[in-house]
């Protein structure tokens, strides 16, 4: 009977000890990572345990704006090249750097359809002139670079990540000057360039690649008549989709597919939205818009995007190319990619109406600031360019050469991943698809800021100082009152986490 007794008492303290435990207050766990001009490379860094801060930094969980699409980069005939000159141990090194659970879990990419720049030569799946119902279709230009990258990137992922598909032009034969460069579509010839969407889609999924999303060609406005183009005004591209591209993904059993019309520089971007989005008819078969940031070296245009945002809220409103362009990659050079003046997008050439837009810049400055502009100016979905390039700054068959975040010496066998890669990791490995951006308040002028409620309820606070001083503030949030101190010329990354294991 005492032993029964016992029993009894032993169950009953436990049961007690397990209700107390189960309903302490939760406790928040604050993880900083920074990266710095001074030499931090996603390192984390302690937390202040002085209560003395000169900024304080509060974040209203309560108030929320855009769901986040994805943050990541784009797979390119030049990356699949370049990455294959690499043993398989340091390719897949780069595969999980940028998709990896431990990597940089990019959710959100773009590739090209046919050639671009960023490809060996000019091609297109329709090679045959006049081949109108595309009987020829095929992707084997794709076959021994492109496809493997994205299935090897896919078996990387835990996460998955998704694609948009942007083709540079119509095959020459479809377009009225029969060239890759320039020129417009033949009307004639819009049914079959709707059905290269069609077979092109099909023919991915038969790879086990499913894509997306589709914009309907890359920068409509053209490029100068440099490298593969193809012109579209608004009010075409809009005419296109309402009444030639949208039905023909609808009837094929593609309408899932989301549409993102435009795909250029957001200084346009009023006079795309006003088109698109003019009214019912117009917008149906647009899921979103396509920005890039090439229209200045510092501007973020936020007065276009919340119009855009305010004309068509329900939309996704996603940048889907940047990079550093017109740029041979400095090898081994961190101090570079943080120098005030590394570079310049068009000072050198620019018309002196423009010049001001285009003053040279720090290109993680660069990356850093349009992030955090976009994503607080309802961006949902922030697409890098080229993943990986080698020192030249390509392949390109144009020698159009850019910077990536990754640069492989092909002779070496060497990888350097650069202070750009980082930037990215600060974003795309913390805000995920899913994510409600929230609201934040602060009094400094230096400071930049986003900060995003993720679906796991882990909360995501970037915070950028540009400035030549570090910076000491006290963040605020979901119970959490935690000084920080953020290094002169850096980026963080603050994460907080509720920890639910606790001692009896």
């Known amino acids: 009977m005492m032993a029964v007794k016992k029993y009894i008492q032993l169950v009953f303290c436990f049961a007690v000890i397990g209700f107390v435990a189960c309903n302490k207050p939760k406790q928040r766990v604050v993880t900083v990572y920074e990266t ?9 860094v302690q937390t202040v345990a002085s209560k003395e801060y000169e900024i304080k930094l509060t974040v209203d969980t309560t108030v929320e704006y855009q769901t986040i699409t994805g943050i990541g980069g784009s797979f390119t005939e030049a ?65 021994n670079d492109l496809i493997p990258l994205i299935l090897d990137a896919q078996n990387s992922s835990e996460t998955g990540f998704k694609i948009i598909a942007s083709p540079w032009t119509a095959p020459p034969w479809m377009k009225d000057n029969n060239s890759y460069v320039g020129g417009k579509l033949r009307d004639e010839y819009q049914e079959s360039y709707a059905q290269l969407f069609v077979k092109y889609l099909d023919a991915y999924k038969k790879k086990g690649i499913d894509i997306w999303g589709l914009t309907v060609v890359n920068e409509p406005h053209g490029n100068g008549n440099n490298w593969e183009s193809m012109h579209f005004s608004p009010d075409e591209m809009t005419s296109f989709v309402r009444d030639v591209l949208g039905p023909t993904l609808e009837k094929s059993g593609w309408n899932h597919i989301k549409i993102l019309g435009y795909d250029q520089n957001r200084a346009g971007l009023d006079e795309w939205t006003q088109s698109m989005y003019a009214n019912q008819e117009n917008a149906k078969y647009f899921s979103g818009t396509a920005i890039h940031w090439y229209e200045s070296t510092f501007k973020v245009f936020e007065k276009s995007l919340q119009r855009a945002h305010v004309k068509a809220p329900d939309k996704y409103l996603i940048q889907t190319e940047a990079c550093v362009d017109s740029e041979v990659p400095h090898w081994r050079d961190d101090a570079w990619y943080w120098k005030k003046e590394a570079t310049d997008w068009g000072w050198d050439w620019a018309p002196e109406d423009q010049k001001e837009w285009h003053p040279k810049y720090s290109p993680v400055h660069r990356y850093a600031r349009d992030i955090i502009g976009c994503l607080n100016n309802w961006v949902d979905g922030w ?36 202070p750009l890669y980082n930037i990215m990791v600060h974003f795309s490995k913390f805000i995920r698809p899913g994510a409600k951006r929230i609201h934040w308040e602060h009094q400094d002028s230096d400071l930049l800021v986003t900060a995003v409620r993720n679906p796991d309820t882990s909360l995501a606070v970037v915070v950028f100082n540009p400035s030549q001083t570090s910076k000491v503030f006290q963040l605020k949030v979901a119970g959490v009152e935690q000084v920080i101190r953020i290094s002169k010329n850096a980026l963080q990354t603050i994460v907080i986490k509720t920890n639910q294991r606790y001692e009896s």
């Not at 710095?36 to 984390?44: K, M, N």
């Not at 000019?122 to 279709?137: E, P, Q, R």
């Not at 990536?404 to 650069?418: C, K, L, Q, R, S």
């Open 36 to 44: 710095s001009a001074g030499g931090h490379s996603l390192t984390q």
């Open 79 to 143: 990356t699949a090249q370049v990455l294959s000159a690499l043993s398989d141990d340091k390719r897949q090194e780069v595969l999980n750097a940028y998709f990896g659970s431990e990597g940089a879990q990019y959710s959100l990419t773009r590739t090209h359809m046919g050639s671009c720049d960023f490809s060996l030569t000019n091609y297109s799946y329709a090679a045959i002139a006049g081949d109108k119902h595309l009987d020829h279709f095929s992707i084997k230009e794709d076959l």
């Open 383 to 418: 697409v890098d360019w080229n993943m990986v390039l080698n020192k030249q700054g390509g392949p390109n068959w144009f020698k159009n050469w850019c910077v990536a975040p990754v640069i492989v010496d092909t002779e070496a066998g060497e990888v350097y991943y650069t």
